[in-house]
């Protein structure tokens, strides 16, 4: 059964069919060739994969962020970022990573974070000379802090899979993504006059000034703090919310739509009736493509669990080793093999119940799991052919893919050796929920 699930799925991608429909198909062509069970059990596995309450938070979180965007959020964190890292070598890449942490915290998505953020920063990178393949990896690798940063969508789904408490792996996920913004703004420092210019402009520079933003350029801090200070409060609204019992995941969702609408209204009185058309339309474009491959996952999952797949995977992982450590080093290697060609949140749900169960069985904390495997899918955003990070950021760049790629790799590189430690340094992800809760 796992042959013919794999194998239609596979062909089903490779015929360039759209992920959900090839889900779907190959959970049908199964059920239908290799069991006697009723095909409207597929209708009913489909429904039941979008209808538990808490996902209810993911297009809220998703329409959160997009009010948030078209009421001038991005600009005003852009600037706060600049205020604090721009007089740096490399200093817009470095505003482009901070940026990408602060933002992060209000969308939730990886894509979105490039989409935004990058369609601003890219040419602004261009315009003061870095190279357009660079100025893509780093939009694209630090986009990746949004799906770590609460309110992550991608740890909204691993919730609801798993049955891991949501407000618990939203605070698990704070001191990793600080942790991993270092190591990108170390990335750059180490890499930015190497690779980060075009030849010629650095030629004509003063070495002092080789990526940093002119001064006259700068907000001063403290305005530029006052003007985002209402934007940086959503995170902490939501997290202080949810660990103080005043509403759960799903109504913070709910609270930050409204706060969103408020803010982007009447605060920074950019939000105006056409732009809440457009970032609704936006955001139900990018919702209905995660609900229609998370429905269709939920029916691949059931057959594969029905088909007794995860108890043969975690047979075989069980006899290689007994150590966690050997079984998340497996895991990490698995993961950041098909994060390369399985978008992200669809993997999630394939995946996980698959992997949990032996997780479990060795003593692994889920909180750490969760991180761990969060991370992993986020570094699939980068890594082609299906990195829709490095596409969405290749595209705005104007650059082919191959070129984004050839830049990404030292961010990689660092990314992975982010994960090693994360994976054999579970405090970094446990720590702050011990404390907490």
Known sequence: MGGSLLGTFGLGMLSRVPIGFALAAASLVTLYFLTTDNLAIGAQRIVAGVTPYPLLAVPLFILAGGLMNAGGISRRLLDLADAIVGRLTGGLAHTNILASLFFGGLSGSSVADVSSLGRILIPAMRERKYTAAY???VTASSAIIAPILPPSIT????????GTSIGQLFFAGVVPAVLYMA??????LVT?????FEPEAVKTMDPQDIGRTPRDQIAPFWPALARAI????????ILVGIRGGIFTPTEAAGMAVAYALLVGALVYRELTLPKIFTAM??????IGLILLVMAAAQLYSWVLTSGGVPQSVAAALLAVSASPVVILLLINVL??????????NAAIIILVPIIFPVALELGIDPLHLGVVIVVNMGLGLVTPPVGLNLMLASEIAEIDLLSGARAMLPF???GIGFLLLLTFVPALTTWLPGVLY
């Open 230 to 237: 209402p934007a940086l409060m959503l995170p902490v609204l």
């Open 412 to 414: 990689l590189a660092g």
């Open 281 to 286: 339309k936006d955001s139900v474009a990018l």
């Open 192 to 196: 930015v006059k190497r690779s980060g």
């Open 183 to 188: 190591v990108l703004m170390v990335t750059v």
């Open 135 to 137: 100025a893509a990896a």
């Open 155 to 162: 740890l909204i789904l691993f919730g609801v899979v798993t």
């Open 335 to 344: 993961l950041l093999v098909v994060g390369m060609f399985i978008e992200a």
